[in-house]
């Protein structure tokens, strides 16, 4: 209980600290707020990377998120689908009807919505930078800002599934993912 303990209070004290160096450094630098501005505030967060180097380093983000063990997997599947062609800026899958639709990759859901051409639209930010946007969904059962796993169930579709990549802006070709 005591390590417990101890590797929480060191989360706050490091997390406090760079707080309070962010926060000087706003005050006496005109040049890191507007670089922290430009990065941060203008341009695509990778929150995924971010999150990975933190776990990586630091462990997870909630201080017990490992006394649980949950190693039965309810859903690991791979994308299957009947047919293919492109549409708009990715991919048109012919699937199932009511196909229970699994993640392509690790990453954390950045956007859940609706997009023009596309429909109901969840986007997955990947720890590798790439955008996975899933498209036509009926039923999106993931929520902002969770974390999923390759293969883990994000939600129904039916016939119609659209796949778009996209890295820092530019739309990647979906013959690499699928």
């Given at each position: 209980?005591?390590?417990?303990?101890?590797?929480?209070?060191?989360?706050?004290?490091?997390?406090?600290?760079?707080?309070i160096i962010?926060?000087?450094?706003?005050?006496?630098?005109?040049?890191?707020?507007?670089?922290?501005?430009?990065?941060?505030?203008?341009?695509?967060?990778?929150?995924?990377?971010?999150?990975?180097?933190?776990?990586?380093?630091?462990?997870?983000?909630?201080?017990?998120?490992?006394?649980?063990?949950?190693?039965?997997?309810?859903?690991?599947?791979?994308?299957?689908?009947?047919?293919?062609?492109?549409?708009?800026?990715?991919?048109?899958?012919?699937?199932?009807?009511?196909?229970?639709?699994?993640?392509?990759?690790?990453?954390?859901?950045?956007?859940?919505?609706?997009?023009d051409g596309?429909?109901?639209?969840?986007?997955?930010?990947?720890?590798?930078?790439?955008?996975?946007?899933?498209?036509?969904?009926?039923?999106?059962?993931?929520?902002?800002?969770?974390?999923?796993?390759?293969?883990?169930?994000?939600?129904?579709?039916?016939?119609?599934?659209?796949?778009?990549?996209?890295?820092?802006?530019?739309?990647?070709?979906?013959?690499?993912?699928?």
């Amino acid at each position: 209980m005591t390590n417990f303990f101890y590797k929480f209070l060191n989360k706050v004290l490091i997390t406090g600290l760079l707080t309070i160096i962010c926060l000087i450094m706003f005050k006496k630098s005109s040049s890191f707020k507007s670089f922290f501005h430009d990065r941060v505030l203008s341009d695509n967060f990778d929150f995924a990377y971010f999150n990975s180097l933190y776990s990586k380093y630091f462990g997870g983000v909630l201080p017990f998120s490992g006394l649980i063990s949950d190693s039965a997997t309810v859903f690991s599947e791979k994308l299957s689908y009947n047919g293919f062609e492109d549409y708009l800026d990715g991919v048109s899958l012919n699937v199932s009807s009511d196909y229970m639709v699994p993640s392509v990759n690790d990453g954390l859901v950045v956007f859940i919505g609706y997009k023009d051409g596309y429909g109901n639209t969840l986007i997955v930010q990947g720890s590798d930078g790439v955008d996975t946007w899933y498209s036509n969904m009926n039923d999106i059962s993931v929520s902002m800002y969770q974390y999923i796993t390759q293969g883990s169930f994000i939600g129904n579709c039916s016939n119609k599934l659209y796949l778009v990549f996209k890295k820092d802006g530019n739309v990647l070709d979906y013959k690499k993912y699928i």
